[in-house]
C-alpha cells in the first residue's frame, strides 16, 4: 500500500491549508495516522497523530493551530493547519501504522512529503 498526499503549497502568515493523505487501497486494520515535518537542516518531527479510536495528539508548536482527523474507513488523514507561521515551513509526511490483512503484524508507511511554504 501507498500513502498519497496532497494539499501543500505556498500561503502566506496567517494563512490556512488543508493537507489530505490516503492509502492507495483498503486496509484491514489501522492502529493510527500521522503528520511529520522535516525543515530544512532540522530533524523530522512529529505534528499531530491519531488513533484508530480518535485520540489526538499535537506538538507543542501547532497546539489550538492545527486539527487532524480521519475518515471514518481509517484510511485518510487530514491536516487542517490555521495562523500558519514561517516556522511551519517544512516538507510534511503523512504517516501510519497499518495491517493490511488479518493476523498480519503492524507496520509503518510513509508518504512521498509535500511541501508547505509559508512566506511573510
Known amino acids: 500500500v501507498q500513502l498519497q498526499a496532497s494539499g501543500g503549497g505556498l500561503v502566506q502568515v496567517g494563512g490556512s491549508l488543508r493537507l489530505s493523505c490516503a492509502a492507495s487501497r483498503s486496509i484491514f486494520s489501522t492502529n493510527f495516522m500521522g503528520w511529520y515535518r522535516q525543515a530544512p537542516g532540522k530533524e523530522r518531527e512529529l505534528v499531530a497523530s491519531i488513533t484508530r479510536s480518535g485520540l489526538t495528539r499535537y506538538a507543542d508548536s501547532v497546539n489550538g493551530r492545527f486539527a487532524i482527523s480521519m475518515n471514518t474507513a481509517k484510511t485518510s488523514v487530514y491536516l487542517q493547519m490555521s495562523s500558519l507561521k514561517p516556522e511551519d515551513t517544512a516538507v510534511y509526511y503523512c504517516?501510519?501504522?497499518?495491517?493490511?490483512?488479518?493476523?498480519?503484524?503492524?507496520?509503518?508507511?510513509w508518504g512521498p512529503g509535500t511541501l508547505v511554504t509559508v512566506s511573510s
Open positions: 504517516n501510519a501504522e497499518f495491517a493490511l490483512k488479518p493476523a498480519y503484524p503492524y507496520d509503518t508507511f
